[in-house]
């Protein structure tokens, strides 16, 4: 095997996805060289390669965010407009939404954003300031005492290994899996209530307590045709399959609330597939609606599926043995084909039939073969023991009772907003699903308890599990990953330690002057009294 050595590096950032490319930028536009690494060929995470169209608050259109999320939007709606051929009406539409998803209103095909997230570092690129390492796999860190010497990681084209030494790491990798290959202090699963008081913790700490994965696929619709799939491996276990708290099975369109755990009844389509505006599964999350593009160009509606019926919660993901996380992503593909063939063959139809045949997985605007995403869409990972960790008691309406708005941080790096949502657990624990202030981003809940010189860019930031569920959805992440990249840059320039930023006053304050410079809000303007819509934004079908 060879094994090659790049020159040391002053950053590195180990994963691809919106958190690891916000904090590419971050560090670029501050003049910090960058190398970026990957596993899969795109970049964007749940964005991208786990087809997760992004779930937002209802301000997003209003410029109440980070700009450099703001420019992401912008450029996803300039590609559509510039290389796709939209009707008119479509092309002039300020707030264009490309499918008429109902979760957001930028609901866009992923090979779009992954094209589009290229051509943001690709300035960078061309001048040499950035090193993109796609199709790299991380193996080990080596550490010596409170810090992080080195990385490996294995190139997957040719199986050869590469050898990364930094002054700064940055752990921007799905799980956290840089946290435990450099044996820093983590945690995972779910805390108990004597640890956190959070009204919403159970009341054992239980680290396989986790929440469920989904593998989700593209699909679009042509009655009266037959795409109907060979039976996928353990249909017949799993459409029966049922949780103790579901009042279902989970193939099925009946299945539990989110809040008020009753049953409810979701199914594909309401009423027409190509009407706007219905509320139906079809319509949740659909990233191409044909009526936005000239007669012929699209011969069917693209919605894409993440849905409570796909939760896939048999076995945890987070802290087994490699043989055991294989084995549950190949469950959880399975899971959600099995989900995608009842539909074709077995699911009670809008109009009295059985089965929808006309079904047709797209794996083509996802980068792959078989109709799924190129990864699992995952809720939570590996989270830092950090120097400050957010609670509920921070954010949720009910904990801060009496209160009308989110604990202010004098340390705020960013915002974000999302109701606190947890779905079904690897115990067979329901949803949570409460109401959450919009927030801020402390930094002290990206700075690990020990550990010198690396910095969390995701889902893995000083969360617990409860309020992990609000800051993983994507505007988040992104102004997560902006936070941790801005702060490596400016650590870097100053000769700091990341830590001692947060802990002297001049550094803080010059390193948040620094933020605003670049367009990072750091705090939300007032509403006046806050109304439900206001604290949660709208709940999007998942």
């Known amino acids: 095997m060879i094994t090659s050595c790049m020159p040391k590096a002053q950053l590195v950032i180990v994963g691809g996805g919106l958190g690891g490319v916000s904090a590419a930028l971050a560090a670029l536009r501050l003049g910090q060289s960058v190398v970026l690494t990957e596993e899969l060929e795109w970049l964007g995470g749940q964005l991208t390669a786990q087809a997760v169209p992004p779930d937002e608050y209802p301000w997003i259109e209003s410029l109440v965010a980070s700009q450099s999320y703001a420019q992401l939007r912008r450029a996803i709606r300039h590609y559509y407009r510039q290389n796709l051929p939209l009707t008119p009406t479509a092309a002039r539409a300020f707030c264009l939404n490309p499918g008429a998803g109902n979760v957001s209103t930028l609901c ?38 409170d810090l992080i010497t080195a990385v490996h990681l294995q190139d997957l084209s040719n199986e050869a290994n590469i050898v990364l030494e930094a002054s700064l790491f940055i752990d921007a990798t799905e799980t956290g899996s840089l946290l435990e290959m450099a044996q820093v202090e983590h945690v995972f699963g779910a805390e108990a209530q004597s640890q956190t008081q959070e009204p919403h913790a159970i009341a ?29 491996e353990g249909y017949d276990r799993n459409r029966t399959l049922q949780l103790d708290c579901w009042p279902n099975s989970q193939y099925s369109w009946t299945l539990s609330d989110f809040v008020t755990h009753q049953p409810r009844v979701r199914p594909l389509f309401v009423g027409p597939t190509d009407e706007p505006g219905l509320y139906d599964l079809w319509h949740a999350r659909r990233i191409a609606w044909r009526g936005h593009f000239q007669p012929g160009a699209y011969a069917s509606d693209i919605t894409l599926a993440n849905w409570p019926q796909m939760d896939y919660w048999e076995r945890p993901l987070i802290g087994v043995s490699p043989d055991q996380e294989k084995k549950a992503l190949h469950e959880a593909r399975q899971f959600s084909l099995g989900f995608f063939y009842w539909m074709q063959t077995e699911a009670p139809r809008h109009d009295g039939g059985q089965g929808y045949p006309g079904l047709r997985l797209r794996g083509d605007v996802l980068g792959t073969k078989d109709g799924l995403a190129q990864q699992v869409y995952w809720r939570e990972g ?34 974000g907003a999302y109701r606190i949502d947890l779905h079904p657990s690897t115990r067979g624990r329901n949803t949570v699903d409460i109401d959450s202030y919009p927030f801020q981003i402390p930094l002290g809940a990206l700075l690990p308890q020990r550990v010198d010189n690396l910095l969390p860019a995701c889902k893995n930031i000083g ?50 002057q620094v933020l605003h410079s670049q367009g990072v809000l750091l705090e939300w303007p007032r509403f006046g009294t806050m109304t439900p819509t206001m604290r949660t934004g709208y709940k999007s079908l998942q």
């Not at 290229?118 to 193996?139: I, K, S």
């Not at 680290?207 to 009266?224: R, V």
């Not at 992990?468 to 990953?481: C, D, K, M, V």
């Open 382 to 415: 590996r989270r830092i023991l950090a120097e400050f960790t957010v609670l509920e008691q921070h954010i949720g309406v009910v904990a801060r009772l009496g209160q009308d708005a989110a604990e202010p941080f004098h340390d705020s790096v960013g915002i």
């Open 204 to 232: 054992k700490a239980d680290p396989w307590d986790q929440q469920a994965a989904t593998w989700c696929f593209a699909m679009e619709y042509h009655p009266g045709e037959h795409h109907v799939i060979d039976k996928p």
């Open 463 to 512: 969360t617990t599990r409860i309020t992990n569920g609000a800051y993983r959805e994507h505007a988040t992440e992104w102004s997560i990953g902006e936070a941790a990249g801005s702060l490596a840059a400016f650590s870097l320039c100053k000769n700091l330690p990341p830590r001692a930023v947060r802990s002297q006053t001049e550094h803080l304050q010059e390193f948040q």
């Open 108 to 145: 866009h095909e992923p090979w779009v954003a992954a094209r589009v997230i290229d051509e943001l570092l690709a300035p960078w690129v061309g001048n040499g300031q950035l090193r993109l390492l796609r199709r790299h796999r991380l193996m080990r860190a080596e550490t010596q005492g």
